[in-house]
C-alpha cells in the first residue's frame, strides 16, 4: 500500500472520501481479519490522528461473551468490556452506532484513558450479530458528527466482509 497523503487543509469529508478506497482496497488484499483490523487503525490515524482507534472483538471467555482488546492504535487501552458496560458495551448491547459527545456525562463510561473527551463506537455485524466494534476515542469534545458516523459505518462495512 502506498503512504496516505492527506494534507491537513482538506475537509473531513474530503479526507474520508480519499480514505475510504485506500481501506477498501487495503482489506480486498488481505484475508487475514487481524492484519486487516490493525491497518484499519492505522490508516484512520494516520488519516486524522485521533487519540485512539482500536476494534474490541467478541469473544467466548471463562465468564462468558465479552469484547476483548484487539489491533488498535494510541495510548494503553481497557482489555476487556462487559456487555452493556461503557460506550463499546452499549453499542455491542443495542446492535447500533452510539457517538458521545462527553464522556464524562455518559453513564457507565468507561475511562480507559483520562484524555478521552469524546467518544464513537461502530458495531460490526455478522448474521446479525455484533462480532466486533470500533471504538473511537477524542481529546476534543464533540469532536465527532454525522460525516464521522457515515463513513465510518461504510469502512466498518467493508471490514465485516473479514468476519
Known amino acids: ?11 473531513k469529508e474530503e479526507k474520508y472520501k480519499f480514505l475510504v478506497p485506500q481501506i477498501e482496497n487495503l482489506l480486498k488484499s488481505e484475508n487475514d481479519l487481524i492484519a486487516c483490523l490493525a491497518n484499519v487503525c492505522a490508516a484512520i490515524r494516520e488519516t486524522f490522528g485521533f487519540l485512539w482507534i482500536g476494534f474490541y472483538l467478541v469473544k467466548d471467555t471463562d465468564t462468558g461473551k ?23 458495551g452499549k453499542a455491542w448491547e443495542e446492535k447500533r452506532l452510539i ?20 467518544e464513537v463506537v461502530v458495531p460490526l455485524l455478522h448474521k446479525n450479530e455484533v462480532m466486533a ?11 465527532f458528527d454525522e460525516i464521522d458516523e ?6 466498518c462495512k467493508l471490514a465485516e466482509s473479514k468476519l
Request: aromatic content about 8%.
Open 150 to 155: 457515515r463513513y465510518l459505518v461504510e469502512i
Open 99 to 118: 457517538r458521545v459527545t462527553d464522556v464524562n456525562k455518559f453513564p457507565d463510561h468507561i475511562a480507559c484513558s483520562s484524555l478521552s473527551k469524546s
Open 66 to 88: 465479552e469484547l476483548v482488546l484487539g489491533p488498535f492504535q494510541g495510548p494503553l487501552a481497557c482489555t476487556r468490556i462487559s456487555f452493556g458496560k461503557g460506550v463499546c
Open 133 to 143: 466494534v470500533l471504538d473511537i476515542d477524542s481529546e476534543i469534545y464533540a469532536c
Open 1 to 11: 500500500m502506498e503512504e496516505l497523503l492527506v494534507s491537513n487543509s482538506h475537509s
